[in-house]
């Protein structure tokens, strides 16, 4: 562990930090209202589910750099892991007066971008938890949160990585127990979703009050596919590209308890009773090449 206090100069070898970070799917997203500020409102049961991305930080390299595999993310400070560092760094050093190190990150992608599944938000997270065990918790919980919601919603749901309750934009968490550890086959078609484009065109009518939730209270240990499994905002995706209609189908034909679009697309998910199902389904899918087809499980 090293702190260094503001008036000591760093010197010594880059350390070394592999991380991983796993993949959400939201179980349910039902979109509340919209805010003065631009963000809606929401009611979303959030799970991990076990596909990583890996990172591997460089704390005290010569400058802060970010690399990542993969062409349509940003090799620069518009990724989120490197914001992450470039925020944590800076309030270690303003709040804490603890002279922080750069950051070199290395990012290899496994979650498809763009797809719902919360890539770089996670990402951010596991940079926000792993500078943090570095500097030896300078930062309790309550301070990880407040500076993973500035890194965007979904940020502070992988703090923790439980399955969990958000509300508020997502920061507002309550932790979900008794979901089974279902199979989970994610199919991400061969196209991204822009995630403001799907809330900028939600139609909340001419009224400001707010959208009356319809479903079946949660408790935990009650969740149920028939009863629970809603996106609102899947239905103006489909309507775009109905493609994502026929994967619900597909999945639900291959045996599937019941099936979503994740967040705002591109990626739907089957539930299944457990990881060996979904993989025998997703063997079985008849699919594009270019679709890429995952078997996970839930992490519970
Ligand atoms: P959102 O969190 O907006 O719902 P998502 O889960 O659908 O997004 P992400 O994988 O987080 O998808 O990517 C959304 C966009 O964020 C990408 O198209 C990319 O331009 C940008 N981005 C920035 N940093 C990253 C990162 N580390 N990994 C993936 N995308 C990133």
Redesign the pocket.
Known sequence: MLAHTADQPISGPVQKMELRAPAKINLCLHVIGRRPDGYHDLFSLMCGVALY?HLVLGIGAAENTIQ?D?P???GDE????L?AALLFNQTLDRENGILSQPVSIR?T?H??????????????AAVLKGLNDHYGAPFDRDRLLALAVRL???VPFFIDQRPALAEGIGERLTPYHGLPAFGVVLVCPDF?????QVFGSLNFGLTKSKKKLRYKPFKNGNFSATDHLHNDLEAGVIRRFPVIEKIKKMLLDQGAIGSLMS???STVFGLFEDKEAAGRAAKRLDRPDAWQVFATRLLV
């Open positions: 991305d990542c993969h349509v993310v940003p518009n990724n989120l892991a914001k990012l992608k979650i498809p971008p763009a797809g719902g599944l919360g890539g770089g938000s996670s990402d951010a965007g919603a979904d991204g979703i822009s995630t403001a967040g705002s697309g």
